[in-house]
């Protein structure tokens, strides 16, 4: 079996949604979530990748459809972390925690008194 | 030899892939993610994928990178949430997520040579629009519409992180005032930098016709040259309720929206160009989503106005 440039990279994008799949479920913290998230992504995009190699035509490079996809799928995962790190502060901010377990603690105490007001205040100033 | 090479990369990826959520301290892991992303530019060269190469390289890796090291810093002192699965579970999951990779890479084993159809069909259509570049002339003709639902994902995402400001400081400037630095490398790089990285914007725009390139990566360039001078302290961004601001941003997609619906009236469909002009016609509606793309990409980095006095 002969690995050329597309097998290997191909490869090499399975691992990495494997990788980003367990780094997902296994770590407990919603920062390293959002990124395994992205690694997972970015070991589909390279899959993708591989097809578009093994889609060349001679003399006129890979097929160029599955690389605008990714270009675009680039910019939408960007928009997508960028959103989830913002609740994820925003979380932050209200509650003092990035945990995503329902607890009784500071986070329904925040959203259900006063305080809640003061406590942005202090955050932001 | 170049296999060897190639296998090298592919190692070094999923080294640094596993580095980046095996290590336990957050910024660790984005250092590691940064340089994966690195990594990965080189093996999208190797695949003679060079668009996809540069915008991995600034989005990809660069703004995102951006994003989590700055959130990272800010949740460093978050109670850490040590609730990990158990040793046994994890086991499972690992063996689970094993799985998952083998099954794709057996797939991407299995992959038939396909015959060539779309790049064919691409390169000879590339006389209609003028454009020699065919992953452009995707982006911008063939496939023009995923491009404009791409631009408005892009500011859904900008309003969706607006909207978490909260109520005090609505309407005000976006994330934390950056004092003006000392002077030094930063103060000096945000002073000598952007004008270059205009003019490297410009260029990756205007060459994108024919060659690698093209609005996304110019306009991440601008992003990247506007939070240089920010986080310089030289500038500050300017409040979200700015109605210049807000017209900037609407600009790129309004734009090539009403270029695109223009096409059923000129060209007899929707988004398609009149022959005639239509390297120009992509040309200007490659500006205009520049400069857009630019501002809404800095703004997402930046994040909702948090200040809720005044900056004074």
Known sequence: MILDVAAVFGLAGAGAVGLGLFGMLANPRPLQKVLAFNLMGSGAFLMFGAVARRAAAPGLGPDPVPHAMVITGLVVSFAATALIVGLLLRLHAVSGSTSLKPQPGPRRAARSTPASKTSERGDAA | ?312
Not at chain 2, 231 to 259: K, M, Q
């Open chain 2, 1 to 312: 030899m170049t296999a060897w090479f190639d296998v090298g990369l592919a190692l070094m990826a999923l080294g640094l892939a596993w580095r980046a959520i095996a290590t336990r301290r957050a910024f660790d892991s984005t250092v590691a993610f940064v340089i994966y992303g690195l990594v990965l530019t080189i093996a999208w060269v190797r695949l003679g994928a060079y668009d996809v190469a540069l915008t991995e390289a600034a989005v990809g890796s660069g703004l995102t990178g951006a994003l989590l090291l700055g959130a990272a810093h800010r949740l460093e002192r978050a109670p850490a949430d040590e609730d990990r699965p158990s040793a046994p579970l994890r086991a499972l999951l690992a063996v689970a997520c094993a799985g998952v990779a083998l099954g794709l890479g057996a797939v991407v084993l299995a992959l038939p040579q396909v015959e060539p159809l779309q790049a064919v069909a691409a390169a000879s259509a590339a006389e209609a629009t003028g454009l020699l570049n065919p992953v452009n002339n995707v982006l911008m003709a063939f496939r023009a519409i995923d491009t404009v639902l791409e631009k408005m994902v892009l500011f859904a995402a900008l309003v969706g992180v607006w909207s978490l400001a909260p109520d005090a400081a609505w309407g005000r400037r976006p994330g934390r005032r950056f004092p003006p630095a000392a002077e030094g490398p930063l103060t000096l790089f945000a002073r000598v930098l952007p004008p270059v990285g205009v003019l490297i914007a410009a260029h990756l725009l205007w060459v994108g016709a024919d060659a690698p390139g093209g609005a996304f990566q110019g306009a991440t360039i601008l992003a990247a040259m506007i939070l240089l001078v920010r986080l310089a302290g030289l500038a500050d961004a300017p409040p979200v309720s700015s109605r210049a601001l807000r017209l900037l941003i609407v600009l790129g997609p309004a734009a090539f929206l009403g270029v695109g619906m223009a096409g059923v009236v000129l060209a007899g469909a929707p988004f398609a160009y009149p022959a005639a002009h239509a390297k120009a016609i992509i040309l200007v509606v490659e500006f205009a989503m520049l400069v857009s793309v630019a501002a809404t990409l800095a703004l997402l980095v930046v994040g909702p106005p948090e200040r809720a006095q005044a900056a004074p």
